[in-house]
């Protein structure tokens, strides 16, 4: 069941801030692979899945953080946790490999089974799974419309 309104703990400013900040890139290499100048899509394409890797590869090391903080840390949780970034990377050497549909498509899985894995165990502060729903739903839709680009190249 949800927590009342009244017990929701707000996010500390300073993490809004960056949070959001951190959309910034989604949103210019999305658009610009979208809506740029035809020059200009091969290196927002690229871009958008290099910054990709990055943020699955900081959100996994986000809940490695967090499960070393106990006293006993699970080999799971810290395998698993390792496996997102490393998913990252083979999507960004997909490149070589698989159409760039393939690549944010497998990107937006990754984001979202990040989201789910988050929001159902969670750890950390209270006010961490809302502001995860915050930054998945942003950087899922920068994914989502360059995915429908790439579908249509």
Do not use: K
Not at 13 to 36: D, E, K, N, Q, R
């Amino acid at each position: 069941m949800s927590e009342p309104v009244a017990d929701r703990v707000p996010a500390p400013p300073a993490v809004w801030v960056f949070g959001l900040a951190t959309l910034i890139p989604f949103f210019v290499a999305s658009g610009l692979f979208c809506y740029g100048p035809p020059g200009a899509q091969r290196g927002a394409l690229i871009s958008l899945l290099a910054y990709s890797t990055a943020m699955v590869s900081y959100f996994g090391g986000v809940r490695t953080g967090l499960e070393i903080e106990n006293p006993s840390p699970r080999w799971l949780v810290l395998g698993l946790s390792l496996l997102f970034p490393l998913a990252g990377f083979g999507l960004l050497l997909g490149e070589l490999r698989f159409e760039p549909a393939w690549q944010l498509s497998g990107f937006l899985l990754v984001f979202l089974l990040q989201w789910v894995w988050d929001v159902t165990d969670h750890d950390g502060p209270a006010w961490r799974p809302r502001m995860r729903t915050l930054l998945t739903s942003g950087a899922a839709i920068s994914l989502a419309f360059a995915l429908e680009q790439a579908l249509h190249m």
